[in-house]
Structures are given as C-alpha cells and as structure tokens.
C-alpha cells in the first residue's frame, strides 16, 4: 500500500506579510499586500499597482555568501523553508539528509539577467557570477546547499502552476519510496521583464485585481515564496510531529490549445480536478472550499468556473470558492505554493479565505466566492487549483487532519 | 605597469566587479583575499576576480594550484601578475 502523505509544517514569503502568522492574519481579515508600483516605471504601462516583498528581512540563519551572491527568489524559497523547518522542528541533518529532498517550482533570477544586461548596454562591468542564480534551479540547490538535503532534487517549470506542480511532484517521491520527507513550495520575485511581458500581452489589471467580478480586467502581479514539508505518514508519527493536513491527491493536465488562453471551457482545469477527486477518492459534497486560480482575467475566470460546473455538477453552487490574488498578487511560479498554504491554514482553522475588490456579479461567473469578508465554515477538503500559460492545469486535494 | 599601479588596479576590480567598498576595508596589502579579517572574498567573488585580472592585464589564468598559490594577498597577487607582464613583454 502507498503510504499517505501529510503536510508537517509551513513557510511563507509575502506581499501580506513574511511568516504563517501575518500571512494568516491577513487571510481572516482581508488585508491586501498591494501597494503603488514604485520599483517599475508605470507611467505608460497598464497597471500601476503590483505585490510586493518591502521591506524583505532576510533571516539571521542566511550566511554572509547567501546574503551576497543568492537571487530574490532564491533568498525567499530560503526565508520560506527556515520558517517551514522550523515551524515543524525537524533538522534535516538528524537523519542525514539522505532521505531528505526539495522540489520548487522557479522563474529563477530574472532580475539578475536584467541587471548584467544594462551593464553591458551601458558598456560598464557587469558581475559574471551573478549569472550563476538565474538557473530555475538555484533555488533548489540554495535550499538543498543550505540543509545539506541529499535525497531526490527536481525544478518545474509549469508557468503559473508551477507551485502547485512541485507539491504533486515531491508527494510523488514519497509514495514512490525516494524520500520520506520532502521540501515543495515555489517562488517568484519580480522582474522588468515579466512586468513588461504581461503589460505587452494586456493581462495586467488597469484598476485592481478583481476576480470573477463583472468589470476584471486583467492581473496585478506580485512575488513570494512558500514551502510545504510533506513528509510520509510513518515518518511524520514516528517523530511526533504535528500534522496538519494530508495531501489526499492530485491531478495534472495539459489543455494543448493556446499558448496564453485557457481551454474556454475549462476542459484541461475540469480533467485534472477530476483526476485529483478520483485518487483522493473523496466525495464531492465533502470538498467545502475550492481555492481558486482566480487571476481576475476575463478568460481564466470565467473557464474556471465552467470547470467547476462540469465537475461538481449540482454541488457547485454550494461550494465556496475564493482568490486570494487581490491580497497578494498573482506570484506566477510561487502562486500554487502560497496559495496551498493558505488553503491549508483554512482548512485548519475552518474559516474561507475571501476575494477582494468583488463588487458587481458576473452573470458568466455565477459561484458562492467568498466575497471581501472571510468567513468560519465547516469542512473536511479543501482543493487547491492552478491554470497557467500554455495550458497547464494542476488541482491538489488536501484533507484535514483530526488529532 | 609598475607594483603599485598594479595594486591599484586590483582594488580598481575589488571595487567595481566585486562590490568591495575598498575605502572603508581598513587593510593592508598583507592581508588575505579569503580572510573574514582580510578581503573576505569567497568562491562565488573569485570567478569576478579572475575574469577582471584576465580582461584588465590581458592575460589568461590557469586553473591550477601553480596560480592558485598566488591568490593570498593584494601583495602576492601584484608580484605574480608583474612576472606575467615581464613574460609577456620578454616574448
């Protein structure tokens, strides 16, 4: 029999605030990270309005070779899982890291690329070894270099459900019998070149970011890191750790039809949702609560509500759904991971995140989604769902744990 | 170039390739390039510091402890790289 896989401790880097207790905070009260784009040049762009880490507060554990030479991304991927080790008290180092391993989903140091390129337009001296952080990779290897995490290692790049993707994955090497306990998480820091692709594509929002109210008009971006320790039920018992969710399954899917759009039906979204039903072989009027992808687009938004439609059926309308991307941005690589966690925190403490700047229904978008206030509710599944460009589509399942 | 411009220009690298903010580093030309009390330089600086003494005296470094050995003090560093320039200049 596969063994099960729990989720043991927490990490986060965000816009709402650096740590499981502001991020958590925020949650319950609907406080927004969003602030004024002062890093970017806007004037011209569509949206002035972006998430991000400021001040970000590296943690003391961070070497002084860290501090220097890691990217944002990989600094924050770090701050997560320091908070995330410590938070379910585990060393890596007690068991030799051997049976330890990371799997993060990455946009890599893009900033890094961006600041040896002005160097050389401007014909100054750029740093060459900064270009040795903006492998997707780095911040594994910082975490892996960090802990001395010699199990299985991996780096996925699903666009914007690479979070998500991770989570799966690093569940995948426990079941598989590679680990027994695993780092997965995600994380993004921004970049000239992502805000000004977005702008280029019109995805950005030119307001705020309203998912599936009536006037959405695009995304307002931002960055972060999460890490989730999954860890094999045995092992997680017999170290007495605290458990606080099981990863009860999931479920993957390519939509193959558009490079940026989702499938208008959410046909790629509903199959994978379907998929992660059917491995955690839950029932669907026992998922209480759908954390969506929720960008505030006016084509994610409405296909994801279809999905849901097509999978839960007449169960849909009773199902809260919620985006939390007005709080935090949407964090591209890192959004599955943050989004998981705070997913996991409602699932814990039985309360519904809320979507933000929801003001006029969309009759396209017709589902409970939790708006502006969150709200206590009883349930034992919560889902977590990521679309991305190029129509990736990953749906996890946790279950809530009784102690 | 003379020893003393050649130290200049070593400092000229620390300063602009690796971030040293070499006024406020209060040490001589003694003092170790891997040090936490000289330079504090690490593996990560000294690809910057290699590819910068390459660019800046036009001259290729090995990789290997024959060179390694004079990467100790702005000191060694400078008499290694003045040889260099007097092998290149003899041939």
Redesign the interface.
């Known amino acids: 029999m596969k063994s099960r896989v729990v989720i043991t401790g927490l990490g986060v880097v965000s816009p709402v605030g650096q740590g499981i207790v502001s991020f958590e905070t925020a949650l319950r009260s609907g406080i927004s990270g969003i602030r004024q784009n002062r890093w970017h040049d806007t004037a011209e762009a569509r949206s002035q309005l972006v998430g991000q880490i400021d001040p970000f507060e590296p943690p003391s554990q961070l070497s002084r070779e860290e501090r220097k030479h890691l990217s944002r991304a990989d600094q924050y991927a770090l701050a997560a899982t320091i908070e995330a080790l410590a938070h379910t008290r585990f060393d890596p180092a007690s068991v030799g890291g051997e049976r330890v391993g990371v799997v993060l989903g990455s946009g890599g140091g893009v900033a890094n690329s961006e600041a040896y390129v002005e160097h050389a337009y401007k014909e100054t001296v750029g740093r060459p070894s900064t270009l040795l952080s903006v492998s997707p990779d780095s911040a594994g290897a910082a975490i892996a270099r960090h802990f001395g995490l010699h199990g299985p290692r991996s780096s996925i790049m699903t666009a914007c459900s690479s979070g998500a993707t991770a989570i799966g994955y690093a569940a995948d090497f426990i079941q598989c019998g590679f680990a027994d306990v695993m780092l997965a998480g995600g994380t993004e820091s921004l970049s000239h070149v992502t805000f000004s692709g977005f702008n280029a594509l019109k995805a950005l929002a030119t307001g705020r970011n309203r998912p599936f109210d009536l006037r959405r008009d695009g995304i307002v971006l931002g960055e972060g890191a999460a890490i989730l320790v999954l860890e094999s039920y045995e092992h997680a018992m017999a170290r007495g750790a605290r458990i606080l969710a099981e990863l009860a399954g999931y479920g993957i899917s390519s939509d193959a039809n558009h490079i940026t759009a989702p499938h208008p039906e959410g046909d790629g979204m509903a199959r994978a949702m379907e998929q992660a039903i059917s491995r955690a072989g839950v029932s669907l009027d026992a998922i209480g609560y759908i954390n969506a992808h929720g960008t505030g687009t006016a084509l994610n938004d409405k296909s994801e509500t279809m999905a849901i439609h097509r999978v839960f059926g007449e169960h849909a309308k009773s199902t809260a759904v919620s985006s939390i991307k007005p709080m935090i941005g949407h964090t591209l690589s890192a959004a599955g991971a943050i989004e998981s966690v705070a997913t996991i925190l409602g699932l814990r403490g039985q309360f519904l995140p809320p979507t933000l700047n929801y003001e006029e229904p969309d009759p396209e978008c017709d589902l409970d989604y939790v708006p502006n206030v969150a709200r206590n509710a009883s349930f034992q599944y919560a889902m977590k769902n990521s679309l991305a460009f190029g129509g990736n589509n990953t749906s996890l399942i946790f279950k809530r744990h009784e102690s | 170039m003379e020893l003393d411009q050649i130290k200049q220009e070593i400092k000229k690298i620390f300063e602009?390739?690796?971030?040293i903010n070499v006024a406020k580093f209060n040490v001589d030309d003694d003092a170790g390039l891997f040090a936490d009390d000289g330079w504090?330089i690490?593996s990560?600086?000294v690809?910057?510091l290699v590819?910068?003494i390459e660019k800046t005296f036009g001259i290729r470094l090995a990789q290997d402890a024959e060179v390694q050995k004079h990467f100790a003090s702005v000191n060694t560093l400078a008499a290694y790289l003045k040889t260099r320039q007097a092998e290149m200049s003899a041939a």
């Open positions: 602009e390739r690796l971030n504090g690490d990560v600086d690809i910057d590819l910068g």
